[in-house]
C-alpha cells in the first residue's frame, strides 16, 4: 500500500482532473510541471516542498524530463484501483 501526503495526493489527482471524470488520466500521459504549480498556488496551507519529487520517489509518476511529469502505471492504480491511502500528514 503507498501513503500518500496531502500534497501529493492534491499533485496526483492533477492528471485525473485535467481530463475530467468522463475521460480520466491513461497512464503514459504527461502534464507540464507549471500545472502542478498552479494547484499548489490555490492550495493554501498545505506544504507542498517535496511532494513532486517524492510522486517520482514513489514510482507514482516519472518525470523532469523537458518540465514535464508522466503518469506510470503505478500512478494510474492508485488513482483508479485504490491502490494506496493518504497519510495523515499535512
Same mark, same amino acid.
Given at each position: 500500500?503507498?501513503?500518500?501526503?496531502?500534497?501529493?495526493?492534491?499533485?496526483?489527482?492533477?492528471?485525473?482532473?485535467?481530463?475530467?471524470? $468522463?475521460? +480520466?488520466?491513461? /497512464?503514459?500521459?504527461?502534464? &507540464?510541471?507549471?500545472?502542478? $504549480?498552479?494547484?499548489? $498556488?490555490?492550495? &493554501?496551507?498545505?506544504?507542498?516542498?517535496? /511532494?513532486?519529487?517524492?510522486? *517520482?520517489?514513489? +514510482?507514482? *509518476?516519472?518525470?523532469?524530463?523537458?518540465?514535464?511529469?508522466?503518469?506510470?502505471?503505478?500512478?494510474?492504480?492508485?488513482?483508479?484501483?485504490?491502490?494506496?491511502? $493518504?497519510?495523515?500528514?499535512?
Amino acid at each position: 500500500m503507498i501513503l500518500l501526503s496531502k500534497a501529493e495526493e492534491i499533485l496526483l489527482m492533477q492528471f485525473h482532473e485535467q481530463k475530467g471524470d $468522463r475521460t +480520466g488520466a491513461k /497512464a503514459g500521459e504527461a502534464l &507540464p510541471e507549471d500545472v502542478f $504549480r498552479e494547484a499548489e $498556488r490555490i492550495s &493554501p496551507g498545505v506544504e507542498f516542498e517535496g /511532494a513532486l519529487e517524492g510522486l *517520482v520517489g514513489k +514510482g507514482l *509518476v516519472q518525470g523532469g524530463e523537458n518540465g514535464s511529469y508522466t503518469l506510470t502505471e503505478t500512478g494510474y492504480e492508485y488513482l483508479y484501483a485504490g491502490a494506496g491511502h $493518504r497519510t495523515g500528514e499535512n
